[in-house]
């Protein structure tokens, strides 16, 4: 079983509040991602680390920051939240090499 | 148009089926190929993982991966309800080494 794990499940929240969600791992990877998922969609990635203060924008384009200071952290944030904001995201690691992706439970976002 | 396509929409076949899934992709430096399930309000996990051309075989399941003609299949037999799921495909390689593009998935319903 992955040891990856997101908090919080389930959020809802009104426009304008900041949010922060968390994902942590305890496998050492030193690859971690952030995706975005809609119901029937693809997942989307919108923010990828490579390693401790490295960090880079996805694919798709997000209002959404990431930090990543220690290896197995590496939350997301959303300064301002929006209606547009609701999906649900899911955080991922993987090993040097990134094609084996180890994912959380994911966060299902809903902002009002 | 998307880089992968993933078919067939939502299926529902009978306990003991022989289940195809399958993606076709466009760029041709894509070199790694997965397959995940997704059960409702989970992550994914991975289930299939296979390297250039070819077939892999892990119990139930079998991979397939033509790259000549851009096309990979997963084959489940003798489904399970168990096995009611999202499978979703995805593939990393050339540029997107590190990142894997997804489709947006099959949902499987196995009926007792």
């Known amino acids: 079983e992955a040891d990856i794990y997101q908090t919080p499940r389930y959020l809802v929240i009104g426009t304008g509040k900041k949010i922060t969600l968390e994902c942590s791992q305890t496998?050492?990877?030193?690859?971690m991602y952030w995706y975005q998922q809609d119901p029937g969609m693809e997942l989307h990635l919108i923010h990828y680390?490579?390693?401790?203060?490295?960090?880079e924008k996805g694919d798709l384009s997000s209002e959404s920051t990431v930090s990543r200071i220690r290896t197995e952290h590496f939350p997301l944030t959303l300064e301002s939240a929006r209606p547009s904001h609701t999906s649900q995201y899911l955080c991922?690691?993987?090993?040097?090499?990134?094609?084996?992706?180890?994912f959380g439970s994911g966060t299902q976002l809903s902002v009002l | 148009q998307k880089e992968v396509e993933q078919d067939p929409g939502p299926l529902s076949v009978p306990e003991g089926a022989i289940v195809s899934l399958n993606c076709t992709y466009s760029n041709s430096a894509f070199q790694y190929f997965m397959w995940y399930r997704q059960y409702s309000r989970k992550g994914p996990e991975l289930l299939m993982y296979?390297?250039?051309?070819g077939n892999k075989e892990d119990g139930r399941f079998t991979a397939q991966v033509d790259k000549s003609s851009k096309y990979i299949s997963l084959f489940i037999r003798d489904s399970q309800p168990s096995d009611s799921a999202t499978y979703l495909c995805a593939m990393s390689g050339g540029t997107n080494a590190g990142k894997s593009t997804f489709g947006d998935g099959t949902t499987l319903t196995v009926k007792p």
């Open positions: 496998m050492g990877h030193d690859k």
């Open positions: 680390s490579y390693g401790v203060n490295s960090t």
């Open positions: 991922a690691s993987s090993r040097q090499g990134g094609e084996k992706l180890f």
């Open positions: 296979t390297y250039s051309s």
